[in-house]
């Protein structure tokens, strides 16, 4: 899982994250024009498509994930919606106690949690059995 190296790990799971950002917004914006759906709906409808994506191309692309994916989707599903939660905290954070631009609040919040959910995943949902073990 790990012989191709960590540089090529992040960049694959740079591809994916890449991929299912696109996914959840032609979604959520697709949604917003074509239905009557609330904000909230339609963000979580857009979640939950590209969570779906970004589940999949975790597991068989960046972890190369070879047992126990379905344990592995589930595991990458409780770590999307802690980095969705950890993002919009940071984000809250930055605007209403530090007084920061929504630009800049939503840049570390991206930024905080793209780290956050790599590290997540590789040292815990994606982490092979044999390894969680030790």
Known sequence: ?????IRAE???FGLIGGGATLIHTIV????TFLTGFPQLVI?????LVAFSFSGV???????????????AIAKWFV???????????IIWSCMTLA???AALAQAIGIGG?????FLASRLWAFRPASEEAR
Request: hydrophobic fraction near 45%; charge should be positive; aromatic fraction near 12%.
């Open 79 to 89: 770590v999307s919606v802690a980095g969705l939660i950890a993002g919009n905290a």
């Open 28 to 31: 959520a914006y697709s949604l």
């Open 99 to 101: 007084g920061q631009p």
């Open 10 to 12: 992040i960049l694959r």
């Open 43 to 47: 963000n979580t409808m857009a979640f």
């Open 1 to 5: 899982m790990r012989g191709n190296g």
């Open 57 to 71: 191309g975790h597991t068989y692309f960046t972890f190369r994930v070879r047992q126990n994916r379905l344990r």
């Open 113 to 117: 949690t793209v780290v956050f959910s």
